[in-house]
Nanobody, 127 residues
Framework: QLQLVESGGGLVQPGGSLRISCAASGSGFTLDYRTIGWFRQAPGNEHVGVSCISGSGGHTNYASSVKGRFTISRDNSKKTVYLQMNSLKPEDTAVYYC??????????????????WGNGTLVTVSS
């Protein structure tokens, strides 16, 4: 069974930066042929897609609210996907989840099409 574990969340001031990670584990599972997405859920809201990356890392997309501030990347040799978040705003406060698809679907990460989910990491942007 593929397991995803997020880390790196915490408290950061507005305008600050944070990098969160999503590590995969599970015997026989790799990430390099899977599409991976980052989602976030603010209190009282549903999961919202933030960014998505193809299996090779060559194709990415971003929600309009984070474009130009966030960067998704991956290191398949380390079974890890990253989300670098810069110029953070209070409205970025949320629990951030990574999710994987069963295969490589390019940079397409539909909320209900993801097959594996992590437990999330909390990012709080506040002064």
């Amino acid at each position: 069974q593929l397991q995803l574990v997020e880390s790196g969340g915490g408290l950061v001031q507005p305008g600050g930066s944070l990098r969160i990670s999503c590590a995969a584990s599970g015997s026989g599972f790799t990430l390099d042929y899977r599409t991976i997405g980052w989602f976030r859920q603010a209190p009282g809201n549903e999961h919202v897609g933030v960014s998505c990356i193809s299996g090779s890392g060559g194709h990415t997309n971003y929600a309009s609210s984070v474009k130009g501030r966030f960067t998704i990347s991956r290191d398949n040799s380390k079974k890890t996907v990253y989300l670098q978040m810069n110029s953070l705003k209070p409205e970025d406060t949320a629990v951030y989840y990574c999710a994987a698809r069963a295969g490589d679907y390019g940079n397409n990460c539909p909320r209900y099409g993801m097959d594996y989910w992590g437990n999330g990491t909390l990012v709080t942007v506040s002064s």
